[in-house]
Nanobody, 115 residues
Framework: QVQLVESGGGLVQPGGSLRLSCTAS????????MGWYRQAPGKQRELVAT???????NYVDSVKGRFTIFRDNAWTTVFLQMNSLKPEDTAVYYC?????????WGQGTQITVSS
């Protein structure tokens, strides 16, 4: 089993920045990809960004150039640096970890972009 704990959500003005953290514990050696998803009210959950154990990153087009996903060397914590935030970035953000036969989710953290 893998446990994921997120932190860093909150309220920010348009154009502002936030950094999310996701710390994994348990069978972390089984994890091959970690990432962030988000779900806005009335919408489906969507992928925001992922990073592989080897460091390969992937972003949804709407956040490219604004968000950066990176990890620590121990592969226990993944970060999402969010710059130039827009009201449409408002959502609950979920940390995700994928292993060969399992998938894990954090509890979610609310990001609200509003003036």
């Amino acid at each position: 089993q893998v446990q994921l704990v997120e932190s860093g959500g909150g309220l920010v003005q348009p154009g502002g920045s936030l950094r999310l953290s996701c710390t994994a514990s348990g069978r972390i050696l089984s994890i091959s990809i970690m990432g962030w998803y988000r779900q806005a009210p009335g919408k489906q959950r969507e992928l925001v960004a992922t990073i592989s154990k080897g460091g390969t990153t992937n972003y949804v087009d709407s956040v490219k150039g604004r968000f950066t996903i990176f990890r620590d060397n121990a592969w226990t914590t993944v970060f999402l640096q969010m710059n130039s935030l827009k009201p449409e970035d408002t959502a609950v953000y979920y940390c995700n970890a994928k292993a060969p036969v399992s998938e894990y989710w954090g509890q979610g953290t609310q990001i609200t972009v509003s003036s």
